[in-house]
């Protein structure tokens, strides 16, 4: 189970296995309080040139193994959030794309006509918003604006 911490990247970058994670309360699956260690997932973030080591730990009833995310990040995906919307903006206010080594015409293209799609899908086709209106709706509905959906994710 994956869960959002405060934590900064840039911070871990710096620090390794030495920075200070704050250990989960209680497992999110069973309510325990029996959280341990359990060694470090590797993950990859766009504007880090190496693998970020993020701690993860299990729970000594159910077995649920919790790995965590920075909070601003969307799940999947390797770019901030507002790194994301920043490329979108860019793209709608000047009519290209941000050049990068990390930031390909083709991921951005991806997040944009997801962007479109979710908010066709889950605003409905009657929604009158712009599109960056629309991104900051499907945050606050608790919803990825930028996540490919498939038919069974949209009528759930």
Not at 12 to 41: A, D, F, N, Q
Not at 139 to 151: A, E, F, G, H, M
């Amino acid at each position: 189970m994956i869960i959002e911490q405060a934590i900064e990247c840039n911070e871990i970058s710096k620090l390794g296995k030495e920075y200070p994670y704050v250990r989960p309360g209680k497992c999110p699956r069973c309510g325990s309080i029996k959280i341990w260690g359990h060694g470090y997932v590797r993950r990859y973030f766009d504007g880090y040139a190496e693998i970020l080591c993020l701690k993860r730990w299990i729970c000594a009833d159910c077995g649920c193994v919790i790995s965590i995310r920075p909070k601003n990040y969307f799940r999947r995906h390797h770019a901030t959030t507002q790194k994301i919307l920043d490329c979108i903006k860019h793209r709608l206010n000047h009519g290209c794309w941000i050049r990068g080594p990390a930031l390909s015409r083709q991921k951005q293209g991806h997040w944009l006509r997801a962007l479109r799609k979710n908010i066709l899908i889950l605003l409905g086709f009657d929604y009158k918003g712009n599109i960056l209106e629309g991104f900051k709706q499907l945050i606050s509905n608790n919803q990825c604006p930028i996540n490919r959906l498939t038919q069974s994710k949209a009528s759930a």
